[in-house]
């Protein structure tokens, strides 16, 4: 069984986390670039860039590309409901990983997030294993992010994902 680990911080103005990547906030324009980007870094089929891509210039929603000169290498959103902050969709190009991406979108999003009155951010990602290390709560932590719980994420079974008339 898979799990999710969910974690919890505070607001905060000044949090920083180098990287050698310029993080910009985007608009309804690079909707499409940030739909790309995101299922590349997740390895999913490019057909579910138009799911990912739609919330992005909706209202309460904030989204990032982190760029490497003109090419983007890492995206990122925030939802803000109720002086909550959500951070997700966190996703980096294969090649681009373990430079720091992924950090510099956290700090970004909480600067932003504290900036707009957030009194709690929250996040989730898989759970870090020994057999199974995962970057992003890695990143998580050492961006101030406290584990408040683990729960299970029911996934679909092999047979069915494997299903050639699904898999496609």
Not at 83 to 104: D, F, H, K, M, N
């Amino acid at each position: 069984r898979d799990y999710w680990t969910k974690a919890y911080r505070g607001p905060d103005p000044d949090i920083t986390i180098a990287a050698d990547f310029r993080v910009e906030q985007i608009d309804a324009s690079q909707a499409q670039v940030f739909g790309d980007t995101a299922a590349a870094g997740f390895g999913m089929p490019q057909a579910l860039t138009p799911i990912i891509a739609s919330p992005v210039g909706r209202p309460g929603w904030l989204h990032y590309i982190a760029w490497d000169g003109a090419t983007p290498v890492a995206v990122a959103a925030l939802l803000i409901r109720n002086g909550v902050g959500w951070l997700g969709i966190g996703a980096t190009i294969p090649s681009y990983r373990q430079r720091g991406a992924q950090g510099a979108l956290i700090a970004r999003r909480i600067r932003d997030g504290t900036r707009l009155k957030c009194k709690t951010f929250v996040a989730e990602t898989w759970q870090d294993r020994p057999e199974k290390p995962n970057p992003s709560f890695h990143n998580m932590l050492r961006a101030g992010f406290v584990v408040a719980y683990e729960r299970p994420n029911f996934m679909m079974p092999e047979e069915i994902v494997t299903r050639p008339d699904i898999s496609k």
